[in-house]
């Protein structure tokens, strides 16, 4: 029995000693991350604007060039210029006004330019005249970012635990006694089992987790 009782000492202090080294000793620093999330670009496209003035037509505006002050050359709407010079040579003053008008009527636009998986872009103009097309154009540039990620340890659900002990009575009342444990330790730490020892005496138990180190 006292050969039992050196071994099982021997093999107790072995078991503390290595399990003072796993949970003591540094853990790892893992290494930083990079993520790149990649640009992307797109446009709307050239959106042309529904006229709501029924007077002026909706086919296509054609472009003409006309020089004011010199050789300053502008681009006008040829339907409006027409229209303009009509009512100027048949001294139609009204007409000539109401052209005039609408060419530097202030008008504002608000519309949802892009809305999709990307980007939304809400567009907003505002105009002397009317706004006949637009066109959003957006390139999102590339991002890049580090970052180091955390060590989680979790439990297992259910962990089933043994062991080995050394029941020391006190000085010359009887021999030491060896005990089996059997316990079984939930997710939260807590183990609830029990034991026999070599005395035939039987044990019942729970042991409670208490957390010092992480």
């Known amino acids: ?53 029924d ?25 409006y210029k027409n229209k303009y010079e009509k009512a100027i040579k048949e001294k139609d003053s009204i007409e000539a006004r109401n052209l005039y008008l609408e060419s530097i009527q202030i008008k504002e636009y608000n519309e949802v330019a892009i809305d999709n998986d990307t980007i939304k872009v809400d567009l907003y103009a505002k105009t002397r005249g009317s706004l006949l097309a637009y066109r959003v154009n ?19 659900k259910m962990t089933v635990l043994t062991g080995l002990e050394l ?20 997710q939260n730490g807590n183990a609830w089992g029990g034991g026999i020892d070599t005395q035939g005496n039987k ?6 987790s208490w957390t010092i180190l992480k």
């Not at 202090?13 to 893992?30: C, K, Q, S």
């Not at 037509?57 to 050789?71: A, F, L, N, Q, R």
């Not at 044990?203 to 409670?208: A, E, H, L, T, W």
């Open 55 to 79: 007077s002026i037509p909706d086919p296509e505006v054609i472009e003409v060039p006309v020089y004011i002050k010199g050789d300053t050359e502008i681009i006008v709407d040829q339907e």
């Open 167 to 186: 029941v020391l009575p006190p000085t010359g009342t009887s021999q030491p006694d060896i005990k089996f444990d059997l316990y079984f330790q939930t």
């Open 1 to 53: 029995m006292e050969k039992i009782k050196n071994y099982v000492i021997v093999g107790l202090v072995i078991a503390l000693a290595v399990m003072i080294y796993i949970n003591t000793r540094p853990e790892p620093i893992p290494d930083p991350i990079t993520i790149t999330i990649p640009g992307s670009s797109g446009s709307s496209g050239v959106v042309n604007i529904d006229n709501d003035n």
């Open 203 to 208: 044990y019942i138990g729970f042991k409670k």
């Open 138 to 156: 957006y390139d999102i540039k590339e991002k890049k970012f580090t970052y180091t990620p955390e060590v989680m340890h979790v439990r297992p």
